[in-house]
């Protein structure tokens, strides 16, 4: 018998995959348009991360085009490769500022596991290279 991991997708996986990488998406989306804008919330934030706000544009540009690599389903993985890699600068930029663990250090593993989460279960050649194993 074949597992559920070689499978195609059930309707069930496929749009609880949706909906996964459509919370992901709209955070990031939303997180990389705000980048080109100066409100005072960013210019704070930013401040308080230790970037320069004349950098926010170029890494709202490398968000979003990672991003757009992932909605789009032929490059969706390599989008989630991408935003994995940016998302780990996210955490690198908390921890060097010693930020909360739970609340702020790890919250953008968290996006990535949401990413990831929606990737495997709408998509079944991720699956296929990343099956769960039941040992």
């Known amino acids: 018998m074949e597992s559920w991991e070689s499978r195609e997708s059930s309707k069930a996986m496929l749009w609880t995959g949706r909906v996964l990488t459509g919370l992901a998406t709209a955070f990031l989306l939303f997180d990389g ?3 080109f804008t100066h409100h005072p919330a960013v210019v704070d934030a930013t401040a308080q991360l230790g970037w320069q706000v004349d950098v926010m544009p170029t890494i709202g540009v490398v968000l979003l085009t990672c991003l757009a690599l992932h909605v789009f389903p032929p490059t969706a993985a390599r989008g989630a490769i991408l935003l994995t890699g940016y998302l780990g600068g996210a955490v ?3 921890v060097r500022i010693g930020n909360p663990l739970f609340s702020h ?22 699956r296929a290279l990343l099956p769960l194993r039941r040992d």
């Open 33 to 35: 348009i705000i980048k």
């Open 92 to 94: 690198a930029t908390h």
């Open 105 to 126: 250090t790890l919250f953008p593993t968290y996006v990535g596991a949401i990413i990831w989460g929606g990737l495997y279960l709408r998509d079944p050649r991720v």
